[in-house]
């Protein structure tokens, strides 16, 4: 894979994220990691997408997110949950305000009850600051591996896997997330726990 330039670490991070998405040769959303870098084909979902850009751009990092029994890599629940940890380790910081996000973040959420054999909730990289597009209303453009195009999306109608596209968040009145819509396939904002992290020098 190529160099990473001299960049603070969350724009390390952004910046690999941002090479795969501009030299994808194969993708699809699935469960089950099918990445070959030499081949440029990144069939994962979000869990392995972002798992394996940190694995390689953060490693002491990413090895401090638990992993559940049986699983590979950890879920998107377990990224919210890590990230909303009261005992949240050095080298991670959490993020309050949609606002304060920066390129190279990370933003998770979690649906209300695990079930087995479903997506457990969401987890992606920050592309860009989040732009207003109404009041209380913002859009952040994601790094992630998605079933269904966001907003603005790379990735075709009805295409799915590794991409990047806008992302629409509510804010409540100190500007936390509290609902967001996924992009053109959702009507309605849909409210879930989320939360932000950035990954900070030790």
Known sequence: MTPIPRLSLPQQIAWQAEF??????????????????????????????????LERAAPDHYAMIPIEPGQ???????????FTSPTLPGGWQRIDSLLDARRGDIIAWRVAEIV???D????????ETAVMIDSGVFAIRAYDSADVP????????????VGSGLINFQVDDIGAPMAFQFGPSEEMFVTR?????RVEPF
């Open 72 to 82: 590979l890599r950890p879920r998107a629940y377990i990224y919210y949950e890590f």
């Open 120 to 127: 457990t909730g969401h987890v992606f990289f920050v592309a």
């Open 20 to 53: 795969i998405v501009n030299n994808i040769q194969q993708t699809d959303y699935q469960h089950n990691d099918n990445i070959d870098v030499d081949r440029g084909v990144y069939d994962c979902d979000c869990k392995g997408f972002v798992g394996f850009v």
């Open 193 to 197: 726990p989320i939360a932000i992290c």
């Open 116 to 118: 087995e054999g479903q």
């Open 150 to 161: 966001h907003f603005d999306d790379t990735r075709g109608v009805g295409d799915s896997g």
